[in-house]
């Protein structure tokens, strides 16, 4: 019964060479209506869309990632002088998120080590002062420049500690 529905809705590619009608059998007593016939489509098939891509693994924590002991004793002795400072004060959410954007770029191109983020204190949650640094985190692990960033530490206090923040960007290849 299938393929004689399905047989209907074909239109032969040569007609002087169509095949006998194929002998249709009553469909038993059914309260459905047969489904309309498909509908043909002109042109080329369009080829099967790609797979979705797979979930890219999430980023890990900026704050976690390992440096040596060196580099942390340096850092927290406020013994490393920053390659590059940035300061974030004064700007809106989307003018400091393309100000960092822009500010690593030239760090990267500088080949710098150590860059100097000055941010501001970080406020209690829901307070709009503190927004920056509330968002800078999440801004670098999944921006342009995460896959270049070695850690993020908070500043010593000479260069502006709880204020401030160092980010190690990992050496250029």
């Known amino acids: 019964m ?25 469909p038993a007593d059914t309260a459905e209506a ?3 016939p498909p509908k ?9 869309l790609p797979p979705p891509p797979c979930a890219a693994p999430a980023p890990r924590p900026l ?20 390659d590059f400072s940035l300061d974030l ?21 500088q080949q710098a080590r150590l860059v100097l983020l000055i941010t501001g204190r970080p406020r209690p949650a829901g307070s709009a002062r503190g927004a920056i640094r509330a ?8 921006g342009a420049h995460g896959h270049a960033i070695a850690a993020l530490r908070v500043a010593h206090v000479r260069h ?11 050496r250029q290849r």
């Open 40 to 48: 043909r489509i002109k042109g080329r098939v369009p080829p099967p």
């Open 160 to 170: 502006g500690g709880a204020g401030a923040l160092y980010i190690v960007l990992k």
């Open 135 to 142: 968002h800078v985190a999440d801004w670098l692990a999944q």
């Open 63 to 82: 704050d976690r990632h390992g440096l040596d002991a060196g580099w942390d004793k340096r850092l927290a002795k406020g013994l490393v002088a920053p």
């Open 89 to 109: 004060h004064g700007f809106t959410l989307d003018e400091a998120h393309a100000r960092l954007d822009h500010g690593l770029t030239l760090a990267r191109q």
């Open 2 to 26: 299938l393929w004689a529905r399905l047989a209907q809705t074909i239109t032969p590619l040569e007609p002087q060479r169509r095949a006998a009608p194929v002998a249709q059998s009553k």
């Open 34 to 36: 047969p489904p309309p």
